[in-house]
């Protein structure tokens, strides 16, 4: 038989040698991550961790044994069985080899047995798993009842049972049987934690399943786990701890109709993920997935639930590290829909509704339904910000400036709306090629918006905040107005140089807003130095232009010009006399 010889090599190894995992014998504990170090014999890392994986996969390929009945093999049969036995019961790290090496081992088969096979083999390789698992739990669970409380811990359990709370946490066979964690899983796993929580430092399957779980236990002990990560999970760690998990906590919050406290589960987790998760682990890892998680996001903003905050936290992230990734997700999704389905979910408004003066800011719901805005502008090209910024204007500087809010709800949707419309209007004022790679709409739009809510940025409310956040209020108007009369007369300047140039306009005349400029030149007054300040700046750029002679000359841009230049530089004038 093809397997008796490479039985026979595995038999000949030493007995304290361990088939799965690099360790030498059952006083080593290493980790073997760092393949340049060495080992106490002078061997590299590297080589052990090879000669590991090439003794790990001759021992999976010899399990293709167990599916057999002829003649003959019982005896190796038996040895196998008791060899994994033997090995699970007593290291840590061959217990996550052998449930990596599964996976590779079914691979492999698909190169020569049907699908059927391979099902009925695997099944019967988790049944003996649980077998063994659950042994060893119920001899873990018996110990540590009889134990007082100051006494459980992971060093009341022997080597076999303690290995077995490790090793669910590694098999998917026990983690995806509710009924199986609940009879043998929850009390040994409850009661080893009870003076200090169970710690794991390596990317399990677990720590993904238990992090969508409606158990309390499993689920915050997940959620510890990955607050507790240094870094993210490598691609093959991804594959193995994150990917199954997460799919299937996608797959059931995509079920219709939503059950709420199943999508409720998915955000609350899922923004640990996206946490510990870089730019290209979205792009390859995450986005790869059968169920998009960006798009699902979307699709879950308008359910009504207090899921909402982590909903926007996840969103916030993936903008942050992806936003490009994000975007690509939408299709044709656009921007002014997604703030839509945000701000008419009557979730947002129930939060703005219980916030209160005495809660830290930063700490707050109120802050995780705002503070996902500024990076959702920061994430749009600037043709498509003018519609996203005249929504956010709207529901933040009027909707929720109702006295039925509260202060401080009022207060930060000012602030925040606010420093959308900046966001907006500097990115066009701060980057000469931003406003030339639009068409003027685009800019009249953005000025449009200004126009609508003139009065509320040069008379902003009073909230009753401490002095410093007033004037915070304040200067943002003032930054407002400044960079407003400064796209206004850049736009213009711009015209002017293309004029001189080509003597001609292909991109459409400048606009002017007469609303703004009567509305400010009507709130000049000696007190008022900030709007002087923020005026005067704002119409620098029109320093050193001047009117085009028309005279015998029939040409629309320049004549349409000289009106604008007419306009702008008579409110200068006003000042002076103001």
Not at 168 to 189: G, H, I, Q
Not at 224 to 240: L, V
Request: charged share 25%; aromatic share 8%.
């Amino acid at each position: 038989m093809e397997f008796m010889d490479a039985v026979g090599e595995l038999q000949a190894l030493p007995n304290d040698i361990h088939l799965l995992c690099p360790r030498q014998h059952d006083d080593d504990f290493s980790r073997y991550d760092d393949l340049t170090e060495q080992d106490e014999s002078g061997k590299s890392v590297a080589q052990l961790v090879e000669e590991a994986r090439a003794r790990r996969e001759k021992f999976l390929s010899c399990m293709q044994i167990l599916a057999f009945n002829q003649d003959g093999v019982a005896e190796l049969q038996d040895w196998i069985w008791r060899k994994l036995d033997d090995a699970l019961e007593r290291c840590d790290l061959c217990i996550q080899e052998y449930y990596k090496g599964k996976i590779w081992l079914v691979e492999k088969l698909k190169e020569n047995y049907d699908d059927e096979d391979i099902e009925k083999f695997a099944r019967m390789l988790d049944e003996w798993d649980i077998k063994r698992i659950t042994r060893n739990l119920t001899t873990a669970a018996e110990k540590l009842k009889a134990l007082p409380p100051q006494e459980m811990s992971i060093h009341a359990l022997d080597t076999a049972s303690l290995l077995s709370i490790f090793e669910t946490l590694s098999c998917e066979a026990m983690l995806r049987n509710d009924r199986l964690l609940k009879d043998y899983f929850d009390v040994p796993f409850k009661l080893v934690q009870t003076k200090r929580p169970l710690k794991v430092s390596d990317y399990i399957p677990a720590v993904t399943y238990f992090l969508f779980d409606p158990d309390q236990t499993r689920s915050f002990w997940a959620i510890s786990a990955w607050s507790r990560y240094p870094r993210p999970p490598t691609t093959a760690e991804f594959d193995w701890a994150v990917k199954e998990g997460l799919l299937r906590a996608l797959a059931e919050a995509s079920q219709q109709p939503p059950d709420i406290a199943v999508v409720q589960r998915l955000w609350r987790g899922l923004q640990f993920i996206v946490k510990r998760l870089d730019k290209e682990q979205i792009t390859h890892n995450l986005r790869a997935l059968d169920i998009d998680a960006c798009r699902l996001s979307v699709e879950h903003l308008a359910i009504p639930s207090p899921g909402l905050r982590f909903l926007l936290n996840t969103i916030q992230i993936l903008l942050e590290k992806a936003p490009g990734d994000f975007w690509d997700a939408m299709q044709t999704i656009s921007p002014q829909a997604i703030v839509e389905q945000v701000f008419y979910n009557p979730q947002l408004e129930a939060f703005l509704m219980q916030a209160t003066d005495d809660e830290p800011y930063d700490k707050s719901i109120l802050k995780e339904m705002l503070s996902w805005i500024q990076p959702f502008m920061s994430s749009l090209k600037g043709a498509h910000q003018p519609s996203a910024c005249r929504f956010l204007v709207s529901q933040l500087l009027n909707r929720f400036q109702d006295p039925r809010f509260p202060n401080i709800s009022r207060y930060h949707c000012f602030r925040t709306g606010l420093t959308a419309l900046l966001h907006t209007l500097r990115t066009f004022t701060d980057h000469e090629s931003s406003r030339g790679s639009v068409a003027r709409v685009v800019l009249s739009e953005t000025l449009q918006i200004v126009s609508d809510n003139i009065n509320q940025i040069l008379e902003p409310p009073m909230f009753a905040v401490e002095p410093v956040q007033q004037r915070e209020i304040t200067s943002s108007c003032m930054d407002v107005i400044r960079n407003t009369l400064a796209l206004e007369c850049q736009s213009l300047k711009t015209d002017y140089e293309v004029i001189l140039r080509q003597n001609t306009l292909h991109h459409g005349v400048s606009t002017y807003s007469p609303a703004i400029w009567d509305a400010v030149v009507a709130h000049l007054h000696e007190s008022n130095g900030g709007l002087s300040t923020a005026a005067l700046l704002g119409i620098l750029p029109l320093v050193g232009l001047e009117k085009f002679p028309t005279k015998g000359e029939d040409s629309r841009e320049k004549t349409h010009f000289n009106v604008i230049y007419g306009h702008l530089t008579h409110w200068p004038a006003k000042l002076s006399s103001g």
